[in-house]
C-alpha cells in the first residue's frame, strides 16, 4: 500500500500570501495523484487531478506539480475561503489512499 | 446537477449490522463507478469500497473484507453498503463519492456524508 505523507501537518498564513503545500509518495505513483479541499462539516471537494489538471469550477489560483513521489500544492494568493484541510490521494497503485491532511489556518 | 444523499446512519451495538444508501441524481447513474469513502471523528479520509457502473466488479479495503457488501440498483439510481460485525473502529461519517471520467478515482462529486456510531 502507498503511503503519502504530507508536510506541513499545519500551515499558518495571512489572506493575500502564497501556500505551498507538499504530499509525498512511499514509491512512484506516476501523475495519479489528486488533491482535495476539505471545510469544516463538509465533504471534500476535488480540486486537483492527476496532479496538474485543475478540477471543473476551481479558481486558477490553485495548481498543482510533481511526479513520481513528490507532488505540491501551490495557492498562489490565499482568500479568506481557503483556509481548510487538504488532503492528496493516489490512484497510482491499488488501494487508493490518502495522506493525512495539511491544516490551513489564518495567521 | 449531481447530487449524492446518503442515509441509513445510526448508533449501532458492536457486532451489530447496518445498511447506508446513497441516492443518486445528475448523471448517467450506470456509466460511472462509485465508492464509499468514510472518516473517523477528527481523523483523515479512510477509502472503504468501490463498485464499477455494472456492478460487476467490487472491491474492498482490507479492514473491512468479508465485513462490508457493496452494492448498487442502476434502475433505482441507488448505492448501498451493507455493513456487518461491525466494530467500534468502524465508527466515522460514511461519503458516497463519483468516480471522475469513468474510473474509480479522483471521486469528483461526493455526498454530504452519514454518521456511523458503533458503541454499547
Known amino acids: 500500500e502507498i503511503v503519502l505523507t504530507q508536510s506541513p501537518a499545519t500551515l499558518s498564513l495571512s489572506p493575500g500570501e502564497r501556500a505551498t503545500l507538499s504530499c509525498g509518495a512511499s514509491q512512484s505513483i506516476s501523475s495519479f495523484l489528486a488533491w482535495y479541499q476539505q471545510k469544516p462539516g463538509q465533504a471534500p471537494r476535488l480540486l486537483i487531478y492527476d496532479a496538474s489538471n485543475r478540477a471543473t469550477g476551481v479558481p486558477a489560483r490553485f495548481s498543482g506539480s510533481g511526479s513520481g513521489t513528490d507532488f505540491t500544492l501551490t495557492i498562489s494568493s490565499l482568500e479568506p475561503e481557503d483556509f481548510a484541510v487538504y488532503y492528496c490521494?493516489?490512484?497510482?497503485?491499488?488501494?487508493?489512499?490518502f495522506g493525512q491532511g495539511t491544516r490551513l489556518e489564518i495567521k | 446537477e449531481v447530487q449524492l444523499v446518503e442515509s441509513g446512519g445510526g448508533l449501532v451495538q458492536p457486532g451489530g449490522s447496518l445498511r447506508l444508501s446513497c441516492a443518486a441524481s445528475?448523471?448517467?447513474?450506470?456509466?460511472?463507478?462509485l465508492s464509499w469513502v468514510r472518516q473517523a471523528p477528527g481523523k483523515g479520509l479512510e477509502w472503504v469500497s468501490s463498485?464499477?457502473?455494472?456492478?460487476?466488479?467490487?472491491y474492498y479495503a482490507d479492514s473491512v473484507k468479508g465485513r462490508f457488501t457493496i452494492s448498487r440498483d442502476n434502475s433505482e439510481n441507488t448505492l448501498y453498503l451493507q455493513m456487518n460485525s461491525l466494530r467500534a473502529e468502524d465508527t466515522a461519517v460514511y461519503y458516497c463519492a463519483k468516480g471522475a471520467r469513468g474510473i474509480i478515482t479522483p471521486f469528483d462529486y461526493w455526498g454530504q456524508g452519514t454518521l456511523v456510531t458503533v458503541s454499547s
Open positions: 490521494q493516489q490512484r497510482g497503485n491499488w488501494p487508493p489512499t
Open positions: 463498485i464499477s457502473g455494472a456492478g460487476g466488479s467490487t
Open positions: 445528475g448523471f448517467t447513474f450506470s456509466s460511472y463507478a
